[in-house]
């Protein structure tokens, strides 16, 4: 009998014997990679998620057309409806899909989307510390002029990436959300060549869309509106910095707050009412007066004439500087530059950047050279002030922390990862920080004029307080009175955030102020009967 072995079958035991060895191998070269791609990406700060499932493919053949857009062609300088504008969108986000992104944040009453554009060296995936800022037009949709801005910003900032420091720049540390038409409805109804009046101005139900939002100093009870719904949404979502909303029929850059106490209900749909008001109506400032003043200024003086403060015609209002308070040149309820300032902490105002509505499309390209550089350094002043991190004493990010600049009563919030920021000007300040279940915080810091200050904050847990107090106050342990006073004051007190009810100002209670809010209501009854 012959015991010898084939070398054949010899070959499959070794193989067989070698075959788990040889996985294990690949297993722990292909979890070695994993891990440290992984760390590659944490080291850049990126999120790993997936994008957000509402942007759009960077290419769809569908809609994507060689000789409407490329890099070498250029935007027309004409009004483009929805179809056009939503054409060149998708073309802008195919032919740069390392810059752009496109998305929906809702659809308008006759189901137009609401497209925004992302415009950023990172523009699928948040890179966590950089900042969010946005541009919002045509909310009125009768006036147009911001609508093409937009679309020439869009282009602008792409084309300019590789050739302009300074864009290149912005691009790299910002992540910018673009939304043309915020009203494509009433944009549709509109006309061009018409300056004055109402029609395409409000949304397809006949809502002033910048009347639509929750306001600080009344109750606003009319109808939500899906477009204004949107961008509730929307901002809830995102934590936007700063903000800018484009309007038309004038040339001056408003900024908060746009009501006041003294607000007349309606008073904006009643002539005579609105006469009234105008001749009655003060400043209503912010704790953030300061700021707010600047970043209008620097766009005024950035645009080519509107830091002169001529006025439209003979008999218009002129504006020193070209920035007005809103409620000083008119005060209105429910708008949505307060609402992004007191509901969410973010510096929003308003570029009113055309006296005429509608003008003619041939007035486009003086109206880009105008307000170009404007637009691009408005965006800049994000990047001004304090920012940092929320974390625990595990260095894991307190979501949801509330914070304020002391003796700015207005607050705001950290991200999921902890991250805040806030726009202020050179000087010394101090932070306070809450977050449920930690013990607050202050912590004084400097702001420079040259590059924001980094200020990373840690929380600890709170110490347990006792659970009763004796009812007497003379059989209170001294450290017991205090921890309670400590448990009661844990919460700083501020303005703001998404808890913020409506009508939530104080209201005046003496002189010329607390005289008018006094017979607001009579003079709103009296004046509705004629007007």
């Not at 195919?94 to 523009?123: C, E, F, H, M």
């Not at 800018?244 to 029929?249: I, Q, T, V």
């Not at 949801?400 to 700015?408: N, Q």
């Not at 448990?487 to 102020?513: H, N």
Request: negative net charge; aromatic residues 12%; contains cysteine.
């Amino acid at each position: 009998m012959d015991t010898s072995q084939d070398p054949e079958d010899e070959k499959k035991r070794c193989w067989c014997r070698m075959k788990p060895a040889v996985w294990y191998m690949m297993m722990i070269i292909v979890g070695f990679f994993y891990v440290y791609l992984t760390a590659i990406q944490y080291i850049r700060g990126q999120e790993l998620d997936d994008p957000p499932s509402n942007y759009l493919p960077q290419y769809d053949p569908q809609y994507f057309d060689e000789n409407l857009f490329s890099p070498t062609s250029s935007l027309d300088f004409e009004y483009h409806d929805y179809t056009s504008m939503t054409a060149f969108l998708r073309a802008m986000s195919a032919t740069y899909p390392n810059l752009t992104a496109l998305y929906s944040i809702g659809k308008s009453v006759q189901g137009r989307d609401l497209w925004v554009l992302v415009v950023s060296a990172s523009p699928y995936e948040h890179i966590v510390g950089q900042p969010n800022v946005k541009y919002v037009a045509n909310m009125h949709g009768n006036e147009a002029v911001g609508r093409e801005m937009l679309l020439h910003l869009v282009e602008y900032l792409a084309k300019s990436y590789h050739a302009d420091d300074y864009v290149r720049w912005l691009l790299d540390n910002t992540r910018i959300h673009i939304l043309p038409s915020m009203n494509p409805d009433g944009f549709e109804v509109a006309r061009e060549g018409t300056c004055q009046g109402g029609q395409g101005r409000y949304n397809s139900r006949g809502f002033d869309l910048n009347r639509n939002f929750p306001d600080y100093f009344k109750q606003n009870n009319k109808r939500s509106q899906p477009e204004a719904e949107a961008v509730k949404q929307w901002v809830s979502k995102i934590q936007f910095v700063l903000s800018a909303n484009l309007h038309g029929g004038a040339l001056v850059a408003s900024y908060p707050f746009d009501n006041s106490p003294n607000t007349i209900k309606n008073c904006d749909l009643k002539p005579l009412c609105a006469v009234f008001q105008q001749f009655t109506s003060t400043p209503s400032l912010t704790p953030d007066d300061d700021v707010f003043k600047h970043i209008a200024s620097l766009y005024a003086f950035n645009h080519a004439t509107m830091h002169l403060g001529l006025p439209c015609k003979p008999g218009a209002p002129t504006f020193a500087n070209g920035t007005t308070n809103g409620a000083a040149w008119y005060p209105l309820t429910g708008g949505m530059q307060d609402y992004n300032y007191v509901w969410h902490g973010c510096m929003d105002i308003t570029i009113e950047m055309s006296c005429c509505k509608y003008p003619p499309a041939d007035d486009l390209p003086k109206f880009w050279e105008d307000n170009k550089k404007a637009l691009v350094r408005y965006l800049g002043e994000v990047h001004r002030g304090v920012r940092g991190f929320v974390k625990d004493e595990r260095n894991a990010p307190v979501e949801g922390a509330s914070l304020k600049i002391k003796g700015r009563d207005v607050g705001f919030q950290t991200t999921k990862y902890g991250e805040y920021w806030r726009v202020l000007l050179p000087g010394r300040y101090a932070i306070e920080v809450y977050a449920e279940g930690f013990e607050p915080r202050e912590e004084e810091f400097d702001v420079i004029e040259t590059n924001p200050t980094l200020l990373n904050l840690t929380l600890y847990k709170a110490v347990p307080g006792p659970t009763a107090l004796p009812s007497r106050p003379e059989q209170q342990a001294p450290e017991m009175t205090a921890g309670h006073r400590i448990d009661q004051q844990r919460r700083p007190v501020y303005v703001g955030g998404p808890s913020q009810q409506q009508g939530g100002a104080p209201q005046p209670q003496g002189g010329i102020g607390g005289f008018l809010s006094s017979i607001g209501d009579t003079i709103s009854n009296v004046i509705s009967i004629f007007g």
